[in-house]
């Protein structure tokens, strides 16, 4: 099973310390309504949330892989609800590299693998380095050329 680039690590827990902020002033707000605000009790709050979210993020990350295997791709995620996704290649329509600002001041891509079926039925990878993005990309649209040929369309 493959990692992703542990490079990825870097945005998502600035996005949780972003949502550990976030929390805290809303119920810093909250808190002030109540007339209960506290300077220790936002502090205590503030710190416990960011240690929270960096932990679920660090979670995320160990618990983040995939692998192509003989007939499908096999992806395997998630801190409270586990999900384990297997995309049979021959249900590929097609699969897009993506860099957003953020992925691209990290160095990182995504790989989105859209499917056959029913609405919402993409997959994503993130954490990718460009490379390895390109070249997954590259060795999915092959395997679901051959699976089409082989099997027929997917549809």
């Known amino acids: ?5 542990k490079r990825v690590l870097a945005p998502w827990i600035i996005a949780g310390s972003v949502s550990s902020f976030v929390l805290t002033a809303v119920l810093s707000g909250f808190l ?8 220790s009790l936002v502090g205590v709050v503030l710190v416990l949330s960011t240690a929270l979210f960096e932990l679920y993020m660090l979670r995320r990350y160990a618990n983040w ?17 586990k999900v384990k996704t297997k995309v ?26 859209y499917t056959a079926g029913s609405r919402g039925a993409d997959v994503g990878i993130p954490g990718l380095l460009p490379g390895d993005a390109d070249e ?14 082989e099997f027929g369309d997917g549809v």
């Open 1 to 5: 099973m493959r990692s992703l680039e």
């Open 32 to 39: 002030l309504a109540l007339e209960s605000f506290s300077v």
């Open 65 to 81: 892989s995939f692998e192509m295997r003989e007939d499908y791709l096999y992806l395997e995620r998630g801190v409270i609800r």
């Open 88 to 113: 049979p290649y021959v249900r590929v329509q097609h699969v897009d590299t993506q860099r957003g600002l953020v992925e691209r001041i990290f160095g990182l891509s995504q790989l989105v693998v």
């Open 136 to 149: 997954l990309q590259e060795e999915l649209r092959k395997v679901a050329v051959k699976s089409e040929e």
